[in-house]
């Protein structure tokens, strides 16, 4: 029985049960909803099952397990809930299953191993827990493997390479680490190779460089780029490499595709799969490469496209577009005659975009041209995807054909405000499995776009254009200058004078690359620094938004009269960060000195600080789920990964907390708060007599004895974790009265095996329990009493991402007499000692919803720090108590949980 494409609606007539004799049922690409009855488990002799593209609900019936006959089952396209059943290892004549974009959750059954006959195997876009890569080894016929956003985690099996008949393998959109199997030489006969958006690894080998086959690697972490220029790759190795940072012409080979040379656009006008037009005064620019199934192409660094995906059952079909049947007519633009479309991933990227001025304006224009109007079976395709900007989803199941309300009809979906970090701005299409595969014809289904406006929110400068080599000239001959006069001016108001000169041994051969603001422009940006843009405090002083005349926004630190830190950090943080350039990372647009002010200005990023985030009031809290709380934590280690190992300057940042770390308009963390940063000099001397850092935040060996290294950063990382998945402040919560922080409860929960304790209850069970425990795993990895056992940030980073294991905590409280709370005990002691130069002040113990000025007012720090207080470290000795009990130590910093001393 076949009525494929009949639109069809209602569920599926019970009577079908009684139809004891049917061999085959086809009622794919209908309009048939409900749940599957079960009585179609009576079909006994049934050998082929086809239900694709419905929009059936519920849970494949248990009843299907007896269906033993059936060699062909699929049912992509529909919105199924439960997890894939254990039984589909009794199908095992099956020679081909489909699942793809079935909502269904994973992990992928264990039986699976015994479809030993499988010649095709499609599963994507499951939901649920990750899972490692199921058992597959015993397949040796498959033919086509696509294992497509699955949730699969871990490394890609050797005998992959055994499945020497394979034409296609899509292992796309995965967790996937490590290098690529060396067994994969052995696949002489596949057409096609799917293997982006994941984990992997290692050096791409030669042989997969070689090949004339379409190959994806985009958007991996493979080391040891090939020589080739972007314009010269055949295999898509877009944004691959993300430690690549020499060669300008493999700009598009990094993370964030950064722009290589100056971002001065700030506007877009693309005419996808089409000719270059103009539209009124804008110039819609060409798009007519004809490549798709792994491409990336960009137009003189102003724009490109990445494609990705082969057509089900179609190799031959089209990239592009045209209005073949003459739908388009009348007044609507000409760029909705054609269009670009994908068998699965689409992206478009606006290359070298100014950032930090302002919002833009981006508008994306549809309209269906693919499908006929008149009721016939051209007509009866359906069209199903997802859009993303900037790697925020905008619209799920995206159908252009009723939201313009019909075919043939412009539609225009438009996002005001769109903020681009870096130099890139990213407009994503990507088809998830649903609507119609095979109607009107293969290869007409995936997302489709007519074109792109992208428009400034800001003013742009309109002066006469300068050729690029002057630009990069202007850009060096100002940062020299620059420097130079940073110094002169310092000297010539004392700032650097006396003592500097052990500064000046620091600062000597840091390339200040910053630009110069003028107090004048900086107090007309910031209101004259009105109470009313304060948003924050930071290590300096006062923190205050501000937009400058050309709408860029921009924050403003303020050195404090009062403050100790003064024009060491001061000069300190300009060197350092203007050296400094990642993604986790706060970028220094430039500073301000004048008579006594000295002033920085940075980027302004919108969700203020992690700890407002977390801790702030109910009105300020951004009730973050559990994936964003993951991209976090992993962007503050990949920051500090950069700090200690990959930045020409190794750099320890000494005050790692939550208020130092902000939170871009995606939520992508940046640490920021760089001015008592010291450089980690391995020839010198790591014991520092000068403290510096947070209470609650500062390693032991570092706050007791001023042993300074980038360990105590991975200390202070592993309380910034525990906070991330608890929600709860280290300093501000007590869960028992004989526990003073979130750690030492932390401890106590991982010995009696009751971590997970600690999640966030706001979470509920929205988490991953696997990765939760590994992160908690993680932070008490990182906050062992003893530097030598925490790990380094770069493998931290690998622990995070899953691509290395994860072992358990070594430090157990009832293993350690000392006590790895005594020992922190005592650091604690030692910096609140009372001194001429210290000035305590008690605060409410209870902070942790008043802890701003308002809702949307400046969040202020509910702990307290220790700035440049001098440490006579023979002296400490000496005195240390011994005799000191742990409740005299829990009493001391019970009271001083909100001291600063200055």
Avoid at 22 to 51: D, F, Q
Avoid at 472 to 486: D, K, Q
Wanted: glycine share 8%.
């Amino acid at each position: 029985m076949s009525v494929t494409g009949n639109r069809l609606s209602g569920p599926i007539p019970p009577q079908f049960g009684a139809i004891s004799t049917l061999a085959e049922v086809n009622l794919e690409n209908n309009l048939l909803t409900g749940p599957l009855p079960s009585n179609l488990g009576n079909l006994r002799s049934l050998g082929r099952l086809l239900l694709s593209a419905n929009n059936f609900t519920g849970q494949i019936p248990e009843s299907l397990s007896n269906l033993k006959n059936l060699t062909d089952f699929r049912i992509d396209g529909n919105s199924l809930s439960g997890k894939i059943p254990d039984f589909i290892g009794n199908w095992t004549l099956l020679s081909r299953l489909d699942l793809q974009g079935t909502s269904m959750e994973g992990p992928i059954p264990a039986s699976i191993s015994n479809l030993k006959n499988l010649t095709e195997l499609r599963i994507t876009d499951l939901d649920g827990p990750a899972s490692s890569f199921p058992d597959l080894r015993n397949m040796t016929n498959m033919r086509r493997l696509v294992l497509r956003n699955s949730l699969i985690r871990g490394r890609i099996p050797d005998y992959i390479g055994s499945m020497t008949l394979l034409k296609l393998l899509d292992l796309s959109s995965n967790m996937l680490t490590g290098p690529i199997p060396d067994t994969f030489r052995s696949l002489r006969d596949y057409n096609y190779m799917f293997l982006s958006n994941n984990s992997l690894t290692g050096q791409v080998p030669q042989f997969i460089l070689d090949s004339t086959q379409t190959l994806d690697l985009s958007y991996n972490n493979f080391t040891q780029p090939p020589t080739k220029s972007c314009t010269q790759l055949d295999v898509n190795l877009v944004s691959s490499y993300p430690s690549v940072t020499d060669n300008p012409g493999q700009w598009c080979l990094r993370e964030d595709l950064p722009c290589p040379r100056v971002a001065q656009h700030s506007s877009l006008f693309i005419n996808c799969g089409g000719s270059g037009i103009k539209i009124k005064k804008d110039n819609y620019e060409e798009d007519l490469n004809g490549r798709g199934a792994s491409t990336f192409s960009s137009v003189a660094e102003r724009w490109g496209y990445s494609s990705s995906g082969l057509w089900v059952g179609n190799d031959t079909a089209l990239f592009t577009a045209t209005d073949s049947f003459n739908l388009i007519n009348g007044s609507v633009p000409e760029y909705y005659k054609t269009a670009r479309l994908a068998p699965q991933s689409l992206k478009y990227y606006g290359l070298c975009m100014r950032s930090g001025r302002g919002t833009y304006k981006v508008q994306l224009h549809f309209a269906e041209i693919m499908f006929s109007n008149d009721q016939t079976y051209n007509s009866l395709g359906r069209r199903v995807f997802d859009i993303y900007v900037q790697g925020n989803l905008l619209e799920r199941d995206f159908n252009i054909a009723e939201r313009a309300g019909g075919v043939g009809k412009p539609f225009t979906r438009q996002i005001d405000e769109v903020q681009v970090n870096g130099s890139t701005l990213e407009i994503h299409l990507q088809w998830a499995g649903k609507g119609s595969i095979v109607i009107p014809t293969r290869g007409v289904y995936g997302p489709l776009i007519s074109a792109i406006t992208i428009t400034p929110n800001f003013k742009v400068d309109t002066g006469k254009p300068i050729s690029n080599g002057a630009v990069a000239g202007i850009v060096v001959a100002a940062c020299a200058v620059f420097a130079m006069l940073v110094v002169l001016l310092l000297r010539l108001t004392g700032y650097l004078g006396g003592k500097e000169e052990d500064e000046n041994e620091e600062l000597r051969g840091l390339d200040l690359q910053t630009g110069s603001f003028t107090l004048k422009q900086i107090k007309r940006a910031t209101n004259n620094f009105d109470p009313e843009n304060k948003i924050g405090e930071g290590g300096f002083g006062p923190v205050y938004k501000g937009v400058l005349a050309d709408g860029m926004t921009i924050a403003v630190k303020q050195l404090s009269s009062k403050s100790k830190q003064g024009n060491r950090e001061f000069v300190t943080e300009i060197g350092m960060i203007s050296a400094l350039q990642h993604p986790n990372l706060v970028k220094l647009y430039g500073c301000c000195i004048e008579g006594k002010e000295l002033l920085l200005v940075y980027e302004y990023l919108v969700n203020n600080s992690l700890a407002r985030a977390l801790f702030g009031s109910e009105k300020q809290r951004l009730h973050l789920d559990w994936p964003t709380r993951n991209k976090i934590c992993i962007g503050i280690a990949k920051g500090l990964a950069y700090l200690h190992e990959e930045s020409r300057l190794k750099i320890v940042h000494r005050d790692i907390k939550a208020t130092n770390v902000l939170l871009d308009q995606s939520l992508n963390a940046k640490i920021s708060d760089f001015g008592l940063a010291k450089l980690d000099e391995e020839e010198n001397t790591h014991i520092s007599t000068r403290i510096a850092g947070t209470i609650g935040y500062m390693a032991p060996e570092y706050a007791m004895r001023g042993y300074l290294t980038d360990k105590a950063d991975v200390y202070s990382f592993g309380v910034v974790c525990l906070e991330i998945v608890s929600g709860k402040s280290n300093t501000n919560y007590r869960p028992k009265e004989e526990f003073v922080y979130l750690l030492d409860w932390a401890y106590v929960l991982q010995e009696q095996g009751n971590l997970l304790e600690l999640v966030d209850m706001d979470l509920g069970t929205n988490f991953s329990k696997k990765e939760a425990k590994r992160m908690l795993n993680i932070a008490l990895l990182c906050t062992n009493p003893s530097p030598t056992l925490r790990p380094p940030m770069s493998s931290v980073v690998s622990m995070l991402e899953g691509k290395s294991k994860v072992q358990p905590p070594l430090v157990k409280r009832e293993a350690d007499p000392s006590g790895a709370a005594a020992m922190r005990f005592k650091a604690f002691e030692l910096l609140s000692q009372d001194s001429s130069e210290s000035q305590v002040s008690t605060l409410e113990r209870d902070r942790e919803h008043k802890s701003s000025s308002s809702v949307d007012g400046p969040w202020v720090d509910p702990s307290f720090s220790a700035k440049g207080e001098d440490v006579n470290l023979q002296q400490q000795e000496e005195e240390e108590d011994e005799g000191r009990s742990s409740s005299s130590s829990r009493k001391l910093l019970d009271d001083l949980t909100d001291v600063k001393i200055e």
